[in-house]
T-cell receptor, first 111, second 115 residues
Framework: GQQVMQIPQYQHVQEGEDFTTYCNSS?????IQWYKQRPGGHPVFLIQ?????EVKKQKRLTFQFGEAKKNSSLHITATQTTDVGTYFC???????????FGKGTTLSVSS | NAGVTQTPKFRILKIGQSMTLQCTQD?????MYWYRQDPGMGLKLIYY???????DKGEVPNGYNVSRSTTEDFPLRLELAAPSQTSVYFC??????????????FGSGTRLTVV
């Protein structure tokens, strides 16, 4: 079935440093979604990418979809303590009826 | 507008007991899902439903059952609970895939411990 590899599994940064998480697939993706889960909370939808080479920004967050639609990245500029949590990428299953999630990247930020 | 509501929030079960995790949504979403989350393992799809009366297995369906008699409700049944079912369970809903741009809406989760 569809799988995505997400790296790194954990990342610790000092407040103000940048952070990037990557999501990779061996097959071409129709689209990819990103979610954030705060500690003790539930996943919250951030964005969906559909087009090859697409770049979308949400304030300090930049999302990219690779030209071959096999990888994606989430970059946070100048991290803040509010960015703490686990970031998941998710892709459609083969039937296009449900999402398969990566294992996530857990970000910790020290001030 | 409540979104996706899950009950209970916490539960401790003894091995061999059964229980139903409740999930209801008020957004008129067609699609509903159950995931389990274990530390460091991301979210694993248990079952999903694309509409009332239609359900399908996900990645890890063994030990679980579901039903979808209404658009709003999608309960998850655990029969003969085992320690391996200790996890956090999330219910989610969405519009159909082609209208997916707003992603999933998740419930707040049920933390289940089997002892």
């Amino acid at each position: 079935g569809q799988q995505v590899m997400q790296i790194p599994q954990y990342q610790h940064v000092q407040e103000g440093e940048d952070f990037t998480t990557y999501c990779n697939s061996s097959t071409t993706l129709s689209n990819i979604q990103w979610y954030k889960q705060r500690p003790g909370g539930h996943p919250v939808f951030l964005i969906q990418l559909v087009k090859s080479g697409e770049v979308k920004k949400q304030k300090r967050l930049t999302f990219q979809f690779g030209e071959a639609k096999k990888n994606s990245s989430l970059h946070i500029t100048a991290t803040q303590t509010t960015d703490v949590g686990t970031y998941f990428c998710a892709v459609s299953n083969q039937a296009g009826t449900a999402l398969i999630f990566g294992k996530g990247t857990t970000l910790s930020v020290s001030s | 507008n409540a979104g996706v509501t899950q009950t209970p929030k916490f539960r401790i079960l003894k091995i061999g007991q059964s229980m139903t995790l409740q999930c209801t949504q008020d957004m008129n979403h067609n699609y509903m899902y159950w995931y389990r989350q274990d530390p460091g393992m991301g979210l694993k799809l248990i079952y999903y439903s694309v509409g009332a009366g239609i359900t399908d297995k996900g990645e890890v369906p063994n030990g679980y059952n579901v039903s979808r008699s209404t658009t709003e409700d999608f309960p998850l049944r655990l029969e003969l609970a085992a320690p391996s079912q200790t996890s956090v369970y999330f219910c989610a809903s969405s519009y159909s895939w082609r209208e997916f741009i707003n992603g999933y809406t998740f419930g707040s989760g049920t933390r289940l411990t089997v002892v």
